[in-house]
């Protein structure tokens, strides 16, 4: 499992502008529609949404990995973004929110999104991988960072 | 005497041309062909521990899981008797690797199946990757499948 299969400089936003949580999640899912890989924005971000309502997805230490399976999606899809001055994700640590992954995946790929989430768990657990994550100056220093990580 | 052959199988298409040419060896070679196909619980609990996934959510994915793999090991019944292939499929949960090692083991598989892996990403991959672990785990002979497009010409040439 290779994240930077998935997650790819033009999905990346280094300042995101939303001052919520749904507007970045929102902000974030329009990222991937050049991918062609998103059929359904709106339901997308309703399924995203209602997960979010099972729970806050902000899972501490500043970071973020709202997810859902939907038929709106081919596929895996991936977004990232950057809030530098941070967002009230209702995180479990009561922290606000950085860094934040947007995953998406066709109820047909369950594996792919499990292993990728595990994968991407085990990098978030090392904070030197977050404050690079924090500190990348464009999106391309940024998959450096996660290639770096990905081989250590 | 080689008298079982036991494929893992995960519904990507990869397992399913390790299907294919495990079917083409059980058949030339006439011995039973086991299938497994294992729910993989140890991540859905991982994913929980790290607070990513809620248990409504685990479990319902641990549902949509075992729904697939029903449909997928179904099919491949399906397979291996249109080929006039004795078969027994597994629905297995727990740990991928651990559950395929112990099914090698009650079974008395005499070789195991597997799909091509893809090259390891990172040095702790080796730890991680479920398929790496049975590969070196496997107390039977494994054969990795490759080259798709001769599989298939393999199975359907076989009758």
Redesign the interface.
């Known amino acids: 499992?290779?994240l930077t299969d998935f997650l790819r400089p033009e999905f990346c936003l280094m300042d995101l502008k939303a001052g919520n949580k749904e507007s970045a999640i929102k902000e974030l899912a329009s990222v991937l529609l050049p991918s062609g890989k998103v059929n359904d924005k709106e339901d997308f971000i309703k399924h995203i949404m209602e997960?979010e309502r099972?729970?806050s997805?902000g899972?501490?230490n500043h970071v973020a990995?709202p997810?859902a399976?939907t038929q709106s999606v081919d596929g895996l899809v991936v977004a990232f973004g950057r809030s530098i001055g941070g967002l009230d994700f209702q995180s479990?640590d009561g922290d606000e929110v950085n860094l934040i992954f947007l995953l998406g995946t066709n109820?047909?790929d369950?594996?792919t999104y499990?292993?990728f989430?595990?994968?991407l768990?085990?990098l978030l657990?090392n904070r030197q991988f977050r404050e690079e994550f924090m500190t990348a100056d464009s999106a391309a220093a940024l998959i450096e960072v996660l290639k770096k990580h990905?081989?250590? | 005497m080689i008298k079982n052959v036991l494929v893992s199988v995960?519904?990507?298409p990869n397992s399913l041309t390790a299907t294919k040419y495990a079917i083409c060896l059980a058949k030339v070679m006439q011995t039973k062909l086991f299938v497994v196909y294992v729910i993989?619980s140890k991540?859905?609990s991982?994913?929980l521990k790290?607070?990513?996934f809620?248990e409504?959510?685990a479990r319902a994915?641990e549902r949509?899981?075992e729904q697939?793999g029903k449909v997928f090991l179904e099919r491949i019944k399906k397979m291996a008797d249109s080929r006039g292939v004795d078969c027994e499929t597994f629905l297995l949960r727990g740990s991928v690797s651990e559950e395929v090692i112990n099914k090698i083991n009650e079974v008395g598989a005499d070789i195991l199946v597997m799909g091509e892996m893809?090259e390891l990403?990172?040095?702790?991959?080796v730890f991680?990757?479920e398929g790496e672990r049975i590969f070196r785990k496997s107390p039977c002979s494994v054969v990795m499948v490759k080259n798709q497009a001769m599989v298939e010409n393999l199975y359907k040439e076989l009758v």
């Open positions: 499992m290779r997960r099972l729970g997805t899972i501490g990995i997810h399976p479990l109820p047909q369950l594996g499990l292993k989430l595990a994968t768990s085990r657990n990905e081989k250590s | 995960s519904g990507s993989d991540v859905l991982e994913l790290s607070r990513i809620v409504a959510e994915y949509d899981l697939q893809k990403t990172s040095r702790s991959a991680y990757d």
